[in-house]
Nanobody, 125 residues
Framework: QVQLAESGGGLVPPGGSLGLSCKVSGSNFRQYTVGWFRQAPGKEREFVATIRYNGHTYYSDSVKDRFTISRDNAKNTVSLQMSNLKAEDTAVYYC???????????????????WGQGTQVTVSS
């Protein structure tokens, strides 16, 4: 059984930085693609970033050059470092994981079988 737990959310002013962490329990972490998604009130869950088993990273256009995703296979964790945060980044952030996701599907929430509970990120002055 794979379980995910996010941490690191909070309140940050516009232009600030914040780091999120996703701890993945279970074996074979190295084989998993792990992604971050977010959902704002009244909106659909959207792709933010993902890191594949081989370390390759992918970002949505809205966060590219501001967010950095990384993984530590020794600690079974994936981190999302967010900088130059904007009000529109306010959302609940979820990490998700799965194995065997093909490249063309990495931005689709439905392709990920395992999800964390989410952590709130609020960007406001």
């Amino acid at each position: 059984q794979v379980q995910l737990a996010e941490s690191g959310g909070g309140l940050v002013p516009p232009g600030g930085s914040l780091g999120l962490s996703c701890k993945v329990s279970g074996s074979n972490f190295r084989q998993y693609t792990v992604g971050w998604f977010r959902q704002a009130p009244g909106k659909e869950r959207e792709f933010v970033a993902t890191i594949r088993y081989n370390g390759h990273t992918y970002y949505s256009d809205s966060v590219k050059d501001r967010f950095t995703i990384s993984r530590d296979n020794a600690k079974n964790t994936v981190s999302l470092q967010m900088s130059n945060l904007k009000a529109e980044d306010t959302a609940v952030y979820y990490c998700a994981a799965d194995r065997g996701i093909i490249l063309s599907s990495i931005r689709l929430p439905a392709q990920y079988d395992y999800w964390g509970q989410g952590t709130q990120v609020t960007v406001s002055s």
